[in-house]
């Protein structure tokens, strides 16, 4: 459980990173770089496109496989639960095990079960993969919308106050107070949602969220994703979040840990510069931007943005830079 002093610093600092970059130093913290270990795919624009698999794909994945390394597919959506996304992927005809997903999900779970231990009960504001993951990872995960209903009681909206704005919700009302409020996209997100998160978050809980992603991808264009939720729950509680996801390096710290603690050990494929390249950099992980989603070789030019190690047209380019990564470690 963190200290006061650290819970005032998360409420006055916003979206510090998670874990602070030293930790993450190339090199890790015995400073001994490892070798390249796991290659890490972000999945929309790199892998599929909506539901299509990319050409080159398939064969680049194979090919991580082949050489021993392990292959993780990294994805910012909470919505889903690892096996889900397992499932789609295999039934695309790609290689796919829940164990080799890493969903803003899951790094969320298991940053909590981390830092509150078994058992902890947390106020949910996400969708029903959100909340297996809490669960499968040994938190009493809440719902938001059953914890402000009383069992056997009409809804809260349903008995407003005569103005019309309903009472204040009453989170302590069923069980124990919430340590955490974990906000992730939720598409019943509605007016008595934000007033339980406001209320619990006020209340002390820690206000932890999947990810920030302000757009959704969807056939044909976007909807508003979890971090527009997220600043909803922001502006409300005059707190800002602990932010998990891509660019934040909650999840970055998931992946190095499976990979053995050095972030030189991971090379992650991604197509967004801001959240996989920016993430990747930050964490001191090697990077690979792929040009078949939403970054054109132009938008390198850009100030201020994110350096990839290495830019691929397509994954069929992949294995002339894994030769390159492992030829070099062959010569050291
Ligand atoms: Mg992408």
Redesign the pocket.
Known sequence: MPSKDTMEAMSEEPLIPYPSPAVLAPGGPSGIVTSLRMVAF?????VLRGDTVLPAAPHALADVIGRGLLLRYVTNNSTRHRVEVAERLESLGLPAEPGMVLTSAAATASYLRAEFGEGASVLVVGGDGLVAELRDAGLEPRPVRSATQAPGAAPQSETPQPSGIPAPPDITANSDVPVAVVVGLDVGFDYATLAAAQAAIRGGAHFIATNADATFPVEGGVLPGGGAIVAAIAVASQQEPLVIGKPHLGLARALVDEAGGDPAAVLFV???LD??IGMAAAAGMRSALVLT??TARADLDRPGVARPDFVLETLADLSGVLDGLLADERMR
């Open positions: 972000d999945i929309d624009g790199v991604g197509d967004r959240t996989d989603g939403v």
